[in-house]
């Protein structure tokens, strides 16, 4: 018997390969993992479009209960975890699949399109970019900037950032986790403007010229997807962009040649003439941020600055 990890692409129920699909349909339990990412469709499309019954399976069970649930399971019946883009994109899935190993069950793993290799959507080349980085939401206590480190080295080299930004679904509140009883907040996902804020921020205290309202990237949002949006232009400017719904992924250009920048004026909408967010859902957007973040820790901001 089997344990699978299926990449679905970065989609719809379309996205699926052939391989994936064939191994699904002798599954005796198909799970699907839905907090490293998210598809544009629910569930139920899935289960309609491929004629499968799929759970979802949090944060909690892959990390903590997979072996009990899925891989010990595996041993006697085939079992699949659908990901999101690819099964290696993520280092949770590289631990499941080295904890799969020690057990001694066999393994499948179909590939699939990630934002790693698909962002090249927007005109920059692949073999140009240097270390990714990921961006976290900030809070009134927690604003961390590691990244920035990373970003510095990749521009020295002359290397274009991809920006993975955050995503929290079924995040418990702190207050909650103090009393042993997790209340579990909304999912929420990063937006290109929460970003280019958080980055100008960090660019004030770092000042290392790298991230600041000035700096060059590119906001993409939904890559794969019908919807699929691409946007180019400085940071402050991508700040007033409507880029519409997640999953929303930045790219700081680096020192793009004439090719790439021919590719990306063809392939990207400027961002001065993009839509642009109104003043009141700029306002409605910031103090959605702010509520969150004082939700998840239960804490207000003071001085009357927008906290991310």
């Avoid at 041993?75 to 994109?89: C, M, N, S, T």
């Avoid at 590119?218 to 719904?245: I, K």
Wanted: proline letters at 4%; aromatic letters at 6%.
């Amino acid at each position: 018997m089997v344990f699978h990890l299926v990449g679905l692409g970065l989609g719809d129920d379309q996205d699926i390969t052939l391989k994936g699909l064939k191994a699904l349909k002798g599954c005796a339990k198909i799970y699907l993992e839905a907090y490293t990412s998210v598809l544009t469709v629910p569930k139920e499309q899935l289960e309609e479009a491929w004629g499968v019954s799929i759970e979802i399976a949090d944060r909690t069970l892959v990390e903590t209960g997979v072996e009990e649930a899925m891989l010990e399971r595996a041993k006697a019946e085939d079992i699949a975890l659908l990901v999101v883009g690819d099964p290696f994109g993520a280092t949770t899935h590289c631990d499941l699949l080295e904890r799969a190993k020690e057990m001694g069950v066999p393994l499948n793993v179909v590939h699939n399109a990630s934002i790693m290799n698909a962002v090249g959507c927007c005109g920059l080349q692949l073999y140009r970019f240097g270390e990714t980085v990921s961006i976290c939401f900030f809070s009134p206590n927690w604003r961390p900037d590691s990244f920035y480190d990373k970003l510095v080295a990749n521009k020295a080299a002359g290397l274009h950032s991809l920006a993975l930004l955050d995503i929290k679904v079924k995040e418990p509140t702190m207050a909650s986790l103090a009393r042993g009883k997790p209340l579990f907040l909304p999912p929420r996902f990063m937006t290109i403007r929460q970003a280019c804020l958080q980055l100008i921020e960090v660019e004030e205290k770092r000042g290392g010229g790298i991230c600041g309202p000035e700096a060059r990237g590119v906001a993409v949002a939904r890559v794969g997807a019908a919807t699929q949006q691409l946007v180019h232009g400085s940071l402050s400017e991508l700040a007033t962009v409507e880029m519409g719904g997640p999953l929303h992924s930045l790219v700081l250009v680096g020192a793009a040649d004439e090719v790439e920048l021919g590719l990306l004026g063809a392939f990207c909408v400027k961002a001065t003439e993009a839509p642009q967010m109104a003043a009141d859902a700029i306002e409605a957007a910031d103090a959605e941020t702010l509520a969150n973040a004082e939700a998840h820790e239960g804490k207000v901001a003071g001085g009357g600055r927008v906290v991310f």
